[in-house]
């Protein structure tokens, strides 16, 4: 070991007594420090702006600004994306300078043996490599000083994912190093196959052997775990395994060069090296020997602890997953073969580390019905034309083998997908029971933990799969119709947020014609426009008294519809419209404030709305009408959200178009109603301090009018929920944000918190920056500028000294 340590400091001299090595470590330090400030400035800027709007503001919700500033906004990409530049620069002399000067006969004669050489040569660079880790390390202890609670385990696996890699980059040049005395030429060279091994990943992935061969040697693909804060045992090896093979084969080349043996012999040497590092990676890839360690603070690369439960249920039964590719489908590029490698990495990589016995199955076909797909196929262009010749025509112009697809007929047999409308879909099997899996045309594409947690429970306890039924035949919103009035964003499959993509069924249920289900979770009634039947409220009537759950959704101007309706809760919606006076915006449109109440039923929904839990959360409303009482009642009434603060309820026709509407008494107009009282909580305040609208009236109620309100009672065993809510359209597709963001929280709470499943986690600690914008800056000139100079005028003195000496 002395004998290593020794040629390790000999080549460490050589390093640090040249230019070229410095002249790296200052490009190394301006890259690093240009692609950290940048963002910082920006993000600073950014909320020094929004200190100076909001005053109370404390931090930022949902955003790690670790995430932000090293993988989101692409510091680790540049920087790595860069590396190849960097590397080959300081290994083209390591091998081929001592063969040219030399001093190779030297060490052959000195009692060192050529894997001492070796060794202690790359030790030198694995030293230099330390060196790139501190300059990121400097910048990692400054973002530490730049923000609270820094995520330091994702730091640490970036880290060290970036030393593996330069370890690698170094023992490529390395081997390329010894092939040569032309430093030059090895440079070149090792440019060359890095930069091949950086691209590889995304070349002929459509062929399956070589799919699996080039995802091996990708090298810069197998540290994309270790950057976001996951590191597991597979690329560990695989690193180690790599770097093991080029300096054997840097050892078998020197050793060569020193004997006379046939070429084959010595083709056989290699071929060994190769043949045990891909064993060894192979065995190393296996799911059940694979270990995993999350450094990330939230552990934000592992299941939450509910989806694990769920697998762990499944126990040892396997699970088979079909991927279904439609060749006419708009996601097709991501099921197609040459995607593969990303599909099983993005998709389903952190449910093998619980579940090594998934089956992947892939059936490619093609097919087209324009009654469910949104595309165009039957163009001008493809007038006249079969099916079958606009397929191969594009199967032609495209270079795709289509008789890899099957055609309609042949499918059908197999499996109808009318239903999810041919789209890219994943069909999961266990233990002979079905459930689909959508894919999105969003970014993320495939389906996330939510939705996937959400079919496997199906899958375990398919008695247990709630069924929310919507009321037809009096001219009601539906759960399948677009449009502004529709409420196809809680029902859409297209949807990722939508109800049926988060374990719920739906269905509608015509009163007059049919009786409600006996397996209804959910019943809804939303904002009928004719007066119910007798028959249908008597089917309503009887469901709410035997503990049936129900969302009843109703509007202003047809408070006769849904008052026959709802009698039998003790309230009723108030004639008019709740309006206020701004400058902004139409006096209907109201901004309907969260109550405590609501922080409870989001936060526990298997519980009663019991939690006082302030929530800062508002509900835009088009037009709302306020929900009052009107007898007594023996369910416990909570409301949810108020409208307060200068609104009062209008009474007739209002006019948008023309004046400010008034406050008008003797027209009926109130400030005031019968309302249900709540203790004052801080909730109350969130509407002044974030409504932009001011009023002009100054009228105002002092408990301000209900707009949702939460009904409970125990009856026949059973834990009866009833929501009501004096407005359909706040979660109708006009309104699509807040339906997909608060919508589920509602229908979770009548579903007693068993549907969606609940795999989120709190905001991340480390969201707010403790610097401003001009602190940013001068963090900019100082790493930019100053840090690199100081470091250039550093490595002159050191080198002119040396060339003095």
């Known amino acids: 070991m002395r004998m290593v340590i020794q040629v390790a400091k000999a080549e460490l001299r050589n390093l640090f007594y040249s230019p070229v090595a410095w002249f790296l470590l200052i490009a190394f330090i301006v890259q690093c420090a240009w692609f950290y400030t940048s963002p910082l400035f920006d993000l600073a800027n950014w909320q020094d702006v929004y200190i ?16 932000r500033l090293f993988k989101d906004s692409g510091f680790f990409s540049n920087v790595l994306n860069n590396l190849y530049l960097f590397i ?25 043996t050529i894997r001492k050489i ?70 070149l060279g090792s440019f060359l196959v890095i930069g091949l091994l950086t691209v590889i990943g995304g070349l002929w992935q459509q062929y399956d052997f070589v799919r699996d061969l080039t995802y091996f040697l990708f090298l810069s693909g197998r540290i994309e775990k270790m950057l976001a804060g996951l590191i597991t045992s597979k690329d560990l090896i695989y690193f180690l395994a790599v770097i093991s ?60 602890a509910n989806t694990q439960q769920l697998i762990h249920e499944m126990k040892d039964e396997p699970l088979e997953v079909t991927l279904y590719t439609n060749f006419l489908g708009n996601e ?65 112009d495209q270079e795709i083998d289509i008789s890899k697809f099957q055609k309609p007929a042949e499918m059908a047999k197999k499996i109808d997908l009318k239903p999810e409308h041919y789209r890219l879909v994943l069909q999961l099997k266990y233990k002979g029971r079905t459930e689909f899996v959508r894919t999105f045309d969003d970014k993320e594409i495939w389906p996330n933990e939510e939705g996937m947690a959400a079919v496997f429970k199906r899958l375990l306890h398919p008695e247990e799969i709630p069924l929310i039924q919507f009321t037809t ?97 003790g309230v009723q919606l108030a004639e008019g419209t709740i309006v206020r006076a701004n400058r902004h915006e139409i006096p209907t449109l109201v901004f309907s404030n969260a109550q405590a109440a609501f922080g409870g039923l989001v936060n526990h929904p298997e519980k009663p709305v019991t939690a006082s839990i302030s929530l800062d959360a508002q509900l835009v409303m088009d037009a709302a009408a306020a929900i009052v009482p009107s007898d007594t009642s023996n369910f416990t009434v909570t409301p949810l959200f108020k409208v307060s603060r200068g609104a009062w309820l209008k009474q007739g026709i209002i006019v948008t178009d023309s004046a400010n509407v008034v406050f008008d008494e003797k027209g009926g107009d109130r400030s005031k109603v019968p309302s249900f009282m709540l203790p004052a909580h801080p909730a109350e305040d ?30 026949n065993n059973k834990d009866q929920r009833i929501l009501l809510a004096g407005d359909a359209d706040f979660l109708s597709n006009k309104r699509s944000m807040q339906a997909s963001r608060w919508g589920p929280h509602f229908f979770s709470w009548l579903d007693h918190g068993d549907y969606p499943l609940r795999v989120g986690r709190p905001a991340p600690p480390d969201n707010l920056l403790t610097i401003t914008g001009k602190t940013a800056r001068m963090i900019n000139i100082i790493y930019v500028y100053v840090l690199p100079g100081a470091v250039l005028l550093f490595a002159t003195i050191l080198l002119i000294r040396r060339k003095r000496k």
């Open 686 to 715: 969130v509407y002044d301090k974030n409504d932009p609208h001011e009023h002009e009236d100054g009228h105002q109620s002092d408990s301000g009018f209900s707009t949702i309100v939460a009904f409970q009672r125990d009856i």
């Open 118 to 187: 070796v060794i202690g040569k790359f030790m030198a660079i694995m030293v230099f490599n330390l060196a790139l880790v501190l300059v990121l390390g400097g910048f990692f202890l400054t973002a530490s000083m730049n923000m609270i609670n820094i995520d330091y385990g994702m730091l640490f696996s970036a880290a060290l994912g970036f030393f593996l890699l330069t370890c690698a980059y170094a023992a490529i040049g390395a081997y390329l190093s010894s092939l040569t005395t032309w430093q030059i030429i090895s440079a």
């Open 473 to 569: 035949g009096h001219y009601e919103r539906s759960y399948d119709k677009g449009g502004e009035r529709g409420y196809s964003i809680v029902g859409s499959k297209r949807s990722r947020g939508a109800l049926v993509n988060r374990g719920f069924d739906l269905d509608t249920v015509s009163l007059d014609n049919r009786d409600i289900s006996p397996r209804t979770s959910i019943l809804v009634l939303a904002d009928p426009k004719s007066e119910l039947s007798e028959t249908a409220r008597e089917k309503i009537r009887n469901y709410i008294a035997k503990g049936g759950c129900m969302f009843m959704l109703g509007e202003p101007g047809k408070q006769q519809m849904m008052n026959p309706v709802i009698s039998q809760l």
């Open 52 to 67: 100076r709007n909001k005053p109370d503001f404390k931090e930022w919700a949902g955003s790690s600004f670790t995430r």
């Open 88 to 112: 080959p620069l300081l290994t083209m002399g390591l091998i081929g300078r001592e063969v040219q000067n030399g001093t190779i006969k030297l060490l052959y004669s000195s009692p060192i």
């Open 245 to 304: 093979m080029f300096l054997l084969f840097t050892m078998l080349k020197l050793r060569g060069a020193r004997e006379l043996k046939p070429w084959y012999v010595k083709a056989a040497r290699y071929a060994g090296v190769v043949a045990i590092t891909l064993l060894t990676g192979y065995i190393s890839s296996r799911p059940a020997l694979t270990l995993y360690w999350d450094t990330t603070q939230q552990k934000v690369n592992t299941l939450h």
């Open 332 to 396: 097709r590029e991501a099921g197609m073969p040459k995607n593969r490698n990303a599909y099983l990495s993005r998709c389903w990589d952190k449910y093998l580390r619980f579940k090594t016995n998934i089956k992947f199955n892939y059936e490619y076909y093609y097919n087209y019905d324009s009654t469910v797909m949104k595309t165009k196929l039957y163009t001008y262009v493809n007038r006249g034309k079969t099916l079958e010749q606009i397929v191969n025509k594009m199967s032609q």
